[in-house]
């Protein structure tokens, strides 16, 4: 398997636009999560899903972010307008809950977003 | 809100030094998991502690979950410029929800 997909690597945009960040997840895996990375945050879980389905959406920081699961094999995070302090290096993880406490979480490599 | 303080946030140190990292919450957490992270990657998971008071070894690295399990240490003999990263730890909270708490990191330097 290829791993956690994620697209695009780097993003630079202007303050006031969309953006829409993409995932693919492993294959077989029924979690899937989206985590936002700073210097002065550390990583932080912003919304994550089971089977397609939102289960917890509390560290999404406005209603100026969104995510979608359409199916299982794609998500989408969309920051709708962006700015200046969304500057920062999203990671999408995905996991197989049915391992337990032992669930390990595969990590992409991250999409870098500036928003000038 | 549970949260997971790691320190010390930064640490510098020789090669073939020892050093230790700790990872502490006010929670009790059903398991806590190790992550190392290098530039422009994302983390990758070194090792999951189930049990209070468990201790797993990996090579030159010792993990430990504390007996209530509420804090956890990762403790690196010999350190070397390999095992420069971000270490960061994270937590299940109780229920198998799936979650994982993240803490802040520590991100470790090793001159040769």
């Known amino acids: 398997d290829a791993g956690v ?90 996991s197989h809950g049915d391992r337990g406490l032992y669930t390990e979480a595969f990590f992409g490599q991250g999409t870098r977003l500036t928003v000038v | 809100t549970q949260l997971l303080k790691q320190s010390p946030q930064f640490l510098s140190i020789q090669e073939g030094e020892n050093l230790t990292v700790y990872c502490n919450s006010s929670s009790v957490f059903s398991s806590l998991q190790w992550y190392r992270q290098e530039p422009g990657e994302g983390p990758v998971l070194l090792v999951t502690v189930v049990t209070g008071g468990e201790v797993k070894k990996l090579k030159r690295l010792t993990f430990q979950f504390g007996d209530a399990r509420k804090d956890s240490s990762l403790h690196i003999t010999a350190a070397q410029p390999g095992d420069t990263g971000l270490y960061l730890c994270a937590g299940a909270p109780p229920g198998n929800t799936g979650k994982l708490i993240f803490g802040q990191g520590t991100t470790l330097q090793v001159k040769p």
């Open chain 1, 5 to 94: 997909i994620q697209s695009p690597r780097h993003e630079v945009t202007e303050m006031g636009q969309e953006v829409t960040l993409r995932c693919k997840p492993i294959s077989g895996h029924d979690y899937l999560f989206w985590y936002r990375q700073t210097m002065m945050r550390g990583l932080e879980l912003l919304i994550y899903f089971n089977n397609n389905v939102p289960i917890d959406d509390s560290g999404m920081p406005e209603d100026r972010f969104s995510a979608k699961m359409p199916n299982a094999s794609f998500s989408t995070l969309k920051i709708q307008p962006s700015e200046p302090r969304d500057s920062a290096v999203y990671f999408c993880a995905s």
